[in-house]
């Protein structure tokens, strides 16, 4: 068929699958859906049966059950909602702690720092999360524990402390260790903002009377706000669902909300409930995001496309 | 009070081991319109840089409006700087960019907005404060970089390759403009290009560096006509250039021999016989002749030619005469009267008198 026969009889035109385009979302299209797109359904039907009912049974179809979503919130002590509470509170700190950190560490690395320097302090930032995150808070716990290196140093080596002290299972070391597994995600989309600002919008910000103060704040900050935007997403998502840290290195009241999940799935196997406070949770911090971006001014997309 | 803005004295950069900047001095007069020229990685931005205080010279002194600035950051000093990229601030709107500096000086809003207002009016920008640096032209984002620099009446505006960015038309716009604006403002400029006919163009006195050295300075006639060695003569203006030893004088003329050409050259105190010289010849400075003039020697230097091109520039043509031995001069021929134009193939005379030619020892 040539060109002309195909515009002078357009219909006779076959649909052709664009394989192109479908051949390369295959595992993308794959991994959305197995992965994070049918679990959740399965939680949220599990989360709206009786404890123990399943889907498969049909009668159980028409039976929509609320207990699980009403129970946590009608417990007289009410658990749950301290617990989530804590979780919230906590993971906004860390992620406010995790800029800090961050922060400066990122514009030192993109603004001051030249070639090899640069590379090297990148790989050194890069290369403990070529390990799991469980061997790092091991390596943690060995620091901070009572027989751990913090109190050799302390006691054998420089002599300040008579007696070995145990840092582990308090909200110090929970932060430290903390903002130190969540502090990259910060770094790596702040510094990437970073290096688009060119040395001559800082100098040309100066040239025009604006101290350091007043350049941080009209000319460098708003650049990377989206990055900033984006890390603490990052961070915020990532520590309301830690459950290694909280678990390993928390005291024992530190409890997280993920632990309450995990103790009414393995513990209590009451996976309808468990799958309710799943959702809750992640209902409540993607609301939580959403009011975070209309106070400031912003939108998820904006955010996103600047990465 | 003195009429002198901005002065160096043998101010000396060194990055390791390289010296970018070589004991350079340099006075600008009040009110100037004045120009930094030299080749790419000659030192010009870090002699700016030195100027507003980004750069601190390893030796020497900079003084602004007579007081000595060394040491003092650049947000304390009275000139501004239009960036080799604009570094427009590219969130901020057109009058936000504007009004920056003011704004930094703790002028009330409703003032800055006025006084915004009137600046984009100078620079012929109205109306376009509400936009964003990407949403305006080459040339308009430009004319905001110098805005953004006038409005708070520096003593000095420092320029870097503010027009390199641009096409070449807008470029020749932009000169014109650029001067004129000089002359309404009344501010210092200090201006670095590598482009020569910007620099000639625009400057009251233009300063010719090569590798961190300052070769000369002067107006822009000056450095054409009488230009102190032959980097300046080489980069200022077009030329005719050939190279060969000093053979020997010859009535009151230097003869440079160029294989196998003998040259007659005005002599100089420096040029000796057997040194290796170069010749520079302005294609103005040469007369085309048709080659039947006559045997007779018009000028010092008369060599047979044929035409190879012709290219018809309005006024002015330039045409390309093959000596022979794979030599072509250029040669300009101005339009005063009905002689028709050379054609290409036809047999010519070219001459020139002996001081009419440039010659350095190299
Ligand atoms: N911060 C720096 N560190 C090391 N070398 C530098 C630095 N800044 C400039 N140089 C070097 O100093 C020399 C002069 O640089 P400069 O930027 O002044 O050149 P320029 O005349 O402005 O060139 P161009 O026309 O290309 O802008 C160059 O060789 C450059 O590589
Ligand atoms: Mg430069």
Request: aromatic share 10%; net charge negative.
């Amino acid at each position: 068929m040539t060109a002309q026969d195909s515009i002078t009889t357009p219909r006779k035109r076959k649909f052709k699958v664009p394989w192109a385009i479908v051949l390369p979302a295959i595992p993308l299209f794959l991994w959305l859906s197995l992965l994070i797109v049918f679990p959740h359904i399965r939680l949220a039907i599990l989360s709206f049966l009786k404890r123990g009912q399943d889907i498969f049974f049909l009668d159980n179809f028409l039976n929509i059950f609320l207990g699980n979503y009403l129970a946590p919130f009608q417990d007289p002590d009410q658990l749950f909602s301290r617990v989530f509470f804590k979780t919230v509170l906590f993971s906004l700190v860390n992620t406010l702690l995790s800029l800090i950190v961050a922060y400066p560490i990122a514009f030192y690395l993109a603004k001051v720092l030249k070639g090899s320097r640069k590379f090297a302090l990148l790989l050194l930032l890069i290369l403990p999360y070529w390990v799991s995150e469980l061997v790092r808070v091991y390596a943690w716990m060995n620091i901070l524990r009572e027989t751990g290196f913090l109190n050799y140093l302390l006691v054998n080596v420089l002599g300040i402390f008579d007696q070995p002290v145990e840092f582990l299972y308090n909200n110090t070391s929970l932060f430290v260790v903390f903002v130190y597994s969540s502090v990259l995600l910060m770094i790596l989309p702040i510094y990437s903002s970073l290096e688009g600002l060119a040395d001559e919008q800082i100098q040309a910000a100066e040239d025009l009377g604006a101290g350091p103060f007043a350049t941080f704040r009209y000319v460098v900050f708003p650049i990377s706000l989206p990055s900033v935007t984006y890390g603490c997403i990052l961070v915020f998502m990532i520590s309301a669902g830690n459950y290694l840290i909280p678990n390993l290195i928390g005291g024992k009241n530190t409890l997280w909300v993920t632990e309450m999940i995990y103790n009414r799935f393995i513990i209590s196997t009451n996976w309808n409930l468990g799958s309710a406070y799943s959702l809750i949770l992640l209902i409540s911090t993607s609301i939580m995001i959403y009011l975070g971006l209309r106070l400031t001014g912003q939108s998820l997309r904006g955010v996103f496309s600047e990465q | 009070m003195t009429d002198i803005d901005v002065e160096l004295v043998n101010i000396t950069k060194k990055f390791g081991e390289l010296v970018a900047v070589d004991d350079v001095s340099i006075q600008v007069t009040r009110g100037s319109f004045f120009s930094i020229l030299g080749p790419s990685g000659c030192g010009k931005t870090t002699t700016l840089k030195m100027i507003s205080g980004f750069e601190e010279p390893d030796n020497g002194d900079v003084f602004i409006g007579g007081e000595r600035v060394n040491g003092v950051p650049p947000n304390h000093r009275r000139v501004n700087m239009v960036f080799q990229q604009l570094a427009l601030f590219p969130l901020m709107t057109v009058s936000a960019n504007v009004g920056f500096g003011l704004k930094m000086s703790g002028v009330p809003k409703a003032d800055r907005q006025a006084r915004v207002e009137e600046m984009l009016e100078k620079v012929d920008l109205p109306g376009l404060g509400d936009r964003k640096p990407d949403q305006l032209s080459g040339g308009q984002q430009q004319r905001v970089a110098i805005a953004r620099c006038l409005i708070l009446d520096p003593t000095v505006l420092l320029l870097d390759e503010p027009l390199g960015a641009l096409d070449l038309k807008l470029r020749d716009q932009m000169k014109i403009q650029l001067k004129r604006l000089q002359h309404e403002v009344g501010t210092t400029f200090i201006y670095i290009t590598h482009d020569q006919s910007e620099a000639l163009v625009m400057s009251d006195e233009v300063a010719v560096m090569n590798e961190g050295h300052l070769l000369q300075i002067g107006a822009p006639d000056e450095l054409y006509s009488n230009p102190a060695d032959y980097f300046v003569a080489s980069f200022v203006g077009e030329s005719n250039a050939f190279e060969g030893p000093i053979t020997h004088l010859e009535n009151g003329h230097a003869v440079l021999s160029a294989d196998p050409f003998d040259f007659k050259s005005p002599t100089h105190p420096d040029i000796r016989v057997g040194e290796n010289c170069r010749l520079f010849i302005r294609p103005e400075r040469i007369r085309l002749m048709s080659s039947d003039a006559g045997s007779d020697a018009l000028y010092d230097n008369q060599f047979p030619g044929e035409i190879q091109d012709v290219v018809f520039d309005g006024a002015v043509a330039r045409a390309f005469v093959d000596l022979g031995h794979n030599t072509v001069i250029t040669v300009l021929v101005t339009r005063t009267s009905d002689t028709p134009l050379p054609v290409e193939g036809e047999a010519v005379l070219v001459g020139w008198n002996a001081l009419d030619a440039l010659c350095f020892p190299e």
